[in-house]
């Protein structure tokens, strides 16, 4: 999964810090720095080479070119790229890694994992409950 | 038997790292096989269709992680010799020579709860590790075994030579590893006139070579000891808590 084409994904850019809950029901590319839980389920994430992210994550795919400190829960794959890091749990059906991909912690592979809950039949929506929004940006808010 | 160690550390110590910078190991691409007793004794277990935990000590392999978890097994990955350059480790002991806090590094590496693993792949971490921090880390992995849990660990023999390069070992098969050389890193940097130098980080450098006596010293609050001898100058051995 390469960068995705803006427009496909939410995108948090290098430069915006959120502390908090991050929650939606799409895509999302996180190239900034981001504290506190993902919960995509049934969704994508992508962190960006210049992405750093201290957050337990609960997707359906993670696609990893930076870093992450935290708990991976994906429903489907982990891709680590090879300027992944990686600190903490992965928990997935399947994993991919290039050489060069940094990890410590447990990764254990459950075929069918738990299926995530299924998100309400509402339009695409990215909410963050956040605590401080980045220094001079909008806050990341799509409807 | 504290003598004997010391002299031998005299022949083949060198720093491993700069004290002050952190040394990431680099991989080649070239990769050698060769076969393992030691990996085909642990492979009995390994084959078992009970989901085991494996602790493997060494640089993420991809091949080790897709070998076990496609065998339905958990697999833990820290690397301790790339944990083990951290700047923030280096102190001085009594006699004010420079030494790596063991007790620092106990409290940010292998932290796992007691007899949580079944087996232990230690590789040829010993080999290499900074003096200070080689027996506080086999003891932390003492009590991170299962009883009649394993741990695998390769020691190079006298003959290897001081300069027995640093490999990486990827699990290819029942008995079979390849062996990835983990090399010096060359980092381009600009000078203070603006011409670019390169300057060659110092890569893993074979701390001492331990004998049988040594090795069953290290390792004597293991239940049972086996040598596996070969004949590229490396001694497995495992043993079994």
Request: aromatic share 6%; hydrophobic share 40%.
């Amino acid at each position: 999964m390469d960068m995705p084409k803006t427009g496909e994904f939410a995108h948090i850019g290098k430069s915006v810090v959120i502390k908090g809950e991050l929650s939606g029901s799409e895509d999302l590319y996180i190239d900034g720095t981001v504290e506190g839980t993902i919960q995509l389920h049934g969704n994508n994430l992508v962190i960006g080479p210049n992405g750093q992210v201290r957050a337990d994550v609960n997707t359906k795919v993670v696609v990893i070119q930076g870093k992450l400190e935290g708990n991976i829960r994906a429903s489907e794959r982990v891709e680590l790229r090879k300027s992944a890091v990686v600190v903490g749990d992965i928990v997935t059906q399947r994993i991919a890694m290039e050489d060069g991909a940094y990890v410590k912690g447990k990764i254990e592979i459950q075929r069918e994992a738990a299926k995530p809950s299924p998100a309400p039949a509402t339009k695409p929506e990215l909410q963050v409950e956040a605590k401080s929004a980045a220094a001079g940006s909008t806050p990341v808010t799509k409807q | 038997m504290a003598s004997v160690t010391h002299s031998f550390m005299k022949l083949f110590r060198g720093p491993s790292t700069v004290p002050g910078q952190g040394v990431r190991p680099v991989s080649t691409t070239q990769r050698l096989t060769r076969r393992s007793s030691g990996l085909g004794a642990v492979s009995r277990t390994l084959q078992s269709e009970e989901p085991i935990c494996v602790l493997d000590i060494g640089s993420t392999s991809a091949a080790n992680i897709r070998y076990l978890t496609q065998r339905g097994h958990k697999i833990y990955s820290e690397d301790l010799l790339e944990a083990s350059t951290d700047p923030a480790l280096i102190t001085k002991d009594e006699q004010g020579q420079t030494i790596l806090d063991s007790r620092r590094f106990l409290a940010d590496n292998l932290v796992y709860p007691a007899a949580q693993f079944d087996i232990v792949l230690c590789w040829n971490l010993a080999d290499y590790m900074p003096e200070s921090l080689v027996k506080p880390v086999v003891a932390r992995l003492w009590s991170t075994i299962k009883p009649g849990g394993m741990l695998l660990a390769f020691f190079h023999t006298r003959e290897a030579g001081p300069d027995a390069p640093c490999y990486r070992y990827h699990i290819v098969d029942n008995d079979i590893l390849e062996m990835q050389h983990v090399e010096a890193r060359r980092d381009l940097r600009r000078g203070p006139t603006g011409v670019l130098h390169t300057s060659i980080e110092k890569s893993f450098r074979l701390q001492r070579v331990f004998n049988n006596r040594h090795v069953e010293n290290l390792f004597r609050d293991f239940g049972s000891i086996k040598f596996f001898l070969t004949r590229d100058n490396i001694r497995e051995v495992l043993v079994v808590r």
